[in-house]
């Protein structure tokens, strides 16, 4: 069948189909910059690679299997509708299921490591396209999408979120040995972490045990009854701390496959600690632990901000690779004591090939000095590499924790807490920076970040002229320094042919206001 014939086909079942340009980037034709919500003719389909299905025109939602493991639990999705796959090692698999569904929809993306946009197990898409023929896509169900009530929908998303905790409990099942511990511990997160009844969560362990071949189920899911009631007995029951130690594995991630199937966060609710002031006088602090001497110390947060085309990550780059190679940066001196300290450099402004070129000429400088290059102590995240291409929000949950688990890796990677570069807060954050409060959700995150043993320098733009940061001055309450970066005055500067030369003020500098560390210099 041609495309255009599949095309008329689907369009009879109420379908809105579009033309795709390239079946390896799966892209759709566009007409004025736009792809969505066009009206494409005969000529359009019979000049494309491919075609696919328009989501939102078509009411459609497609459970998009991407972890071939999650294949093994496809029953249990409602099998009487839209199923497209594709051809692997000549079998047909089948990877999408279409359903259509009139209300509100959520697009839910299901990923093994949220640090890993190459993850996926289980996607719910709802506002793109799904390739649905030419290439190597074939319709394996030429059914039309089932028609989806409010409940159904609901039992979907459910259904999936379970297919998602079961590919993952699967895939570290023991081979041999070890397999009831293994069925107690996931019986006990069962009966912590959700309010199944007996027979959904035997059904729940049941499956994965058909799935690894299994044959002791019975025993197996005799462990769900007596965990069951060990809980209910306020008896110890295993949780997320066993799971992870047992598949050897970061609680972080651990906790994020159960939450998937979970009602509340896994956390466990714990009072705000308190110290009499005997114990608070009396307990042993340690000092303020320098790095760059007294630019930089540990347990810091630093806003630095200038004006565009100053030279603010230009000047951030810089200091960033002499943390991350123990080396003197400018006229600060780094502290004899103190070891290279790994940095996390995150940009979520510049394009990947400028941030990469200004990078080289960094290290080609170091190589001329005959200056090793720590380059494993200083990772990289720019904007290209996320997942949609995109930063989650600093300033909502999602952004802050996504941050928060790289730190933790880099933290047990390196048996030392990172440097935080945040390259800049704009590109970074979705609020309105006029408005204080909008900026307690980051500045609370980052006193937080600070409180665990973090240094956080956060880049920002200078308002038009120039004399303050943008925005509303609640983010500088909590700053321990300010730094001004901006364009040296005539008389100030040197006769120094084609270097770039900046102007650095303190603005604000808790241990060192008014005194001569403080004053400004030529860069």
């Avoid at 295993?238 to 496959?257: Q, T, V």
């Avoid at 956060?458 to 303050?468: D, N, P, R, V, W």
């Amino acid at each position: 069948m041609s495309i255009l014939e599949q095309v008329k086909s689907f369009q009879s079942q109420g379908i809105h189909c579009v033309p795709v340009e390239n079946t390896i980037t799966k892209k759709p034709k566009t007409k004025n910059g736009h792809w969505k919500n066009v009206s494409w003719t005969d000529q359009d389909f019979l000049k494309a690679e491919a075609f696919g299905i328009e989501h939102e025109k078509s009411n459609i939602i497609d459970i998009d299997i991407d972890k071939l493991e999650a294949l093994k639990f496809r029953h249990l999705l409602p099998l009487d509708t839209l199923i497209i796959g594709k051809v692997v090692d000549g079998n047909k698999i089948a990877t999408h299921y279409f359903y259509r569904y009139e209300g509100n929809k959520k697009t839910l993306k299901h990923l093994e490591d949220r640090n890993k946009k190459d993850s996926v197990i289980v996607e719910i898409l709802t506002n793109t396209q799904t390739v649905a023929g030419g290439g190597n896509r074939i319709t394996i169900q030429d059914y039309p999408p089932k028609n989806l009530t409010d409940s159904e929908y609901s039992e979907l998303v459910r259904t999936v979120r379970k297919i998602c905790l079961m590919t993952m409990l699967a895939q570290y099942y023991p081979k041999k040995g070890a397999r009831d511990e293994y069925c107690l511990i996931i019986a006990g997160c069962l009966a912590r972490y959700t309010d199944w009844p007996t027979w959904e969560k035997e059904n729940f362990l049941k499956e994965i045990c058909n799935v690894v071949g299994d044959e002791e189920i019975k025993d197996r899911l005799a462990k769900i009854s007596y965990q069951e009631d060990q809980f209910k007995l306020n008896k110890e029951v295993y949780g997320i701390e066993a799971f992870s130690k047992e598949i050897k594995l970061d609680k972080s991630i651990c906790g994020d496959w159960w939450n998937w199937v979970n009602n509340q966060e896994i956390e466990e609710t714990t009072p705000i600690t308190a110290l009499t002031l005997r114990e608070f006088v009396e307990r042993k602090y340690p000092p303020a632990e320098y790095l760059l001497y007294p630019l930089v110390a540990k347990e810091k947060i630093i806003q630095l901000w200038a004006s565009p085309g100053v030279g603010k990550t230009l000047f951030s780059l810089e200091l960033a690779c002499a943390l991350a190679n123990g080396q003197n940066f400018l006229k600060y001196e780094w502290w004899n004591k103190s070891n290279p300290i790994p940095v996390l450099y995150v940009e979520g402004e510049m394009s990947a090939i400028e941030l990469q070129e200004r990078v080289n000429h960094t290290i080609e400088r170091y190589r001329n000095e005959k200056i090793e290059f720590n380059y494993d102590l200083f990772k990289i995240a720019p904007l290209r590499e996320q997942l949609n291409n995109k930063f989650d929000p600093l300033n909502i949950q999602l952004g802050q924790k996504r941050l928060e688990l790289q730190l933790e890796q880099m933290t047990q990677q390196f048996k030392q807490r990172p440097i935080v570069f945040l390259d800049n807060v704009s590109c970074l954050t979705n609020f309105q920076e006029k408005d204080g409060k909008e900026w307690n959700s980051l500045m609370n995150f980052l006193i937080r970040l600070r409180s665990l043993g973090y240094t956080i320098i956060f880049l920002h733009h200078a308002t038009k002229e120039g004399s303050t940061s943008s925005g509303s001055n609640a983010k500088e309450r909590p700053v321990d320094m300010e730094i001004k970066l901006s364009e040296p005055e005539k008389w100030e500067r040197q006769e120094i042919p084609n270097a770039t030369q900046i102007k650095v003020e303190f603005k604000k500098w808790r241990e060192f206001n008014y005194t001569a560390h403080a004053k400004p210099f030529l860069v």
